[in-house]
């Protein structure tokens, strides 16, 4: 069976990285595997798109399940630093799905984008038989702002700081442990800890807030893959060595308990909510403070510097080969009866 989730590196160098259309002196940052953003000049602007497919799940209740998609929609553009500023979303509904469900979803659309300075612009809206939950469709946004401030994946450079925000597996616990709260066999107390993450699910605060307060010099979400996969990845961007120690990882309440529960790694696990950045050394503090300010958990985990790989308290780490939040996903899914 073939792979599922994002494609590796293998298949974007043979299959999409050699075809991208024309070649436009205007693309100041084009595809690259691993990254979030693509940028075009404009004027003396600097226009940065993601693109990203919308997810629903119904059982989340769909004013969660509406909050969850506008933030994914949003991340991938705020680790540019520039704040997202436009969003076109298109939605391919299944058919089974009423005006009043996707009326709660929109209403969270609406209010998430306007509390974030953002214009949803155009889109397209539609059933369609054959579509089916979770995947409904997707959204592009925009963020336009000053060249100068785009915050770079390939950034990172040696002598940088190594900070994260909210630690690892925040979704594991925030997600699957509000799926399926019925099925988890913990205390009351830790499953609420746990349930409260979900609201921890989005990185875009944390990106705009640290982008703001000092100089940051590279940002990556910590989505499939999770942590041990985000952190590969922005090394590789940079051409850099990331050395990590792994006692100076925060850890959210709820996070530890529900991955021994579920059985997961929860450095492997897709993390939506969690930020890895690189800072210049002197900025550190002011980043700090600042995402403290915002009530945004956060702790400096290592340092950036000559060579190449991720290297936990000395040991080589290598990107997961699957995410096992997935496999779980589906295991309990099938069990509850869930689309």
Same mark, same amino acid.
């Given at each position: 069976?073939?792979?599922?989730?994002?494609?590796?590196?293998? &298949? &974007?160098?043979?299959?999409?990285?050699?075809?991208?259309?024309?070649?436009?002196?205007?693309?100041?940052?084009?595809?690259?595997?691993?990254?979030?953003?693509?940028?075009?000049?404009?004027?003396?602007?600097?226009?940065?798109?993601? !693109?990203?497919?919308?997810?629903?799940?119904?059982?989340l209740?769909?004013?969660?399940?509406?909050?969850?998609?506008?933030?994914?929609?949003?991340?991938?553009?705020?680790?540019?630093?520039?704040?997202?500023?436009?969003?076109?979303?298109?939605?391919?509904?299944?058919?089974?799905?009423?005006?009043?469900?996707?009326?709660?979803v929109?209403?969270?659309?609406?209010?998430?984008?306007?509390?974030?300075?953002?214009?949803?612009?155009?889109?397209?809206?539609?059933?369609?038989?054959?579509?089916?939950?979770?995947?409904?469709?997707?959204?592009?946004?925009?963020?336009?702002?000053?060249?100068?401030?785009?915050?770079?994946?390939?950034?990172?450079?040696p002598g940088?700081?190594?900070?994260v925000? +909210?630690?690892?597996?925040?979704?594991?616990?925030?997600?699957?442990?509000?799926?399926?709260?019925?099925?988890?066999?913990?205390?009351?107390?830790?499953?609420?800890?746990? +349930?409260?993450?979900?609201?921890?699910?989005?990185?875009?605060?944390?990106?705009?807030?640290?982008?703001?307060?000092?100089?940051v010099?590279?940002?990556?979400?910590?989505?499939?893959?999770?942590?041990?996969?985000?952190?590969?990845?922005?090394?590789?961007?940079?051409?850099?060595?990331?050395?990590?120690?792994?006692s100076?990882?925060?850890?959210?309440?709820?996070?530890?308990?529900?991955?021994?529960?579920?059985?997961?790694?929860?450095?492997?696990?897709?993390?939506?909510?969690?930020?890895?950045?690189?800072?210049? !050394?002197?900025?550190?503090?002011?980043?700090?403070?600042?995402?403290?300010?915002?009530?945004?958990?956060?702790?400096?985990?290592?340092?950036?510097?000559?060579?190449?790989?991720?290297?936990?308290?000395?040991?080589?780490?290598e990107?997961?080969?699957s995410?096992?939040?997935?496999?779980?996903?589906?295991?309990?899914?099938?069990?509850?009866?869930?689309?």
């Open positions: 069976m073939t792979d599922l989730g994002k494609v590796d590196r293998a &298949f &974007f160098d043979r299959y999409i990285y050699p075809n991208l259309g024309a070649d436009r002196s205007d693309v100041a940052l084009g595809p690259q595997h691993g990254v979030d953003f693509g940028v075009v000049e404009v004027g003396e602007r600097a226009v940065v798109m993601a !693109s990203d497919p919308l997810s629903l799940v119904p059982a209740g769909f004013e969660k399940a509406g909050w969850f998609a506008v933030h994914v929609a949003l991340s991938d553009a705020a680790v540019s630093g520039i704040p997202p500023s436009h969003l076109s979303v298109t939605f391919t509904l299944p058919p089974e799905m009423t005006d009043e469900e996707f009326g709660a929109w209403e969270a659309f609406d209010r998430e984008a306007g509390e974030l300075g953002v214009s949803i612009v155009t889109g397209h809206t539609a059933r369609y038989g054959g579509c089916r939950y979770p995947w409904v469709g997707g959204a592009t946004t925009l963020a336009v702002g000053d060249p100068d401030e785009v915050v770079r994946p390939d950034g990172a450079s940088d700081r190594l900070l925000t +909210k630690g690892p597996a925040v979704e594991v616990a925030g997600f699957l442990v509000t799926l399926f709260e019925d099925a988890v066999d913990l205390p009351d107390a830790t499953i609420a800890e746990a +349930k409260e993450r979900f609201w921890d699910m989005s990185p875009v605060r944390d990106a705009l807030t640290a982008a703001a307060a000092g100089p010099t590279a940002m990556h979400d910590a989505t499939e893959g999770g942590l041990r996969g985000a952190l590969v990845e922005m090394a590789e961007a940079g051409g850099v060595r990331l050395d990590v120690d792994s100076a990882m925060p850890v959210l309440p709820g996070v530890a308990e529900s991955c021994d529960f579920f059985g997961i790694d929860p450095w492997a696990a897709t993390s939506e909510g969690t930020l890895l950045l690189t800072v210049e !050394s002197g900025g550190v503090e002011s980043v700090l403070s600042a995402l403290d300010a915002e009530g945004i958990p956060a702790a400096e985990i290592g340092e950036v510097r000559e060579g190449d790989g991720v290297f936990v308290d000395g040991d080589r780490a990107k997961p080969e995410d096992p939040s997935w496999e779980v996903f589906e295991e309990y899914a099938e069990k509850a009866g869930l689309e």
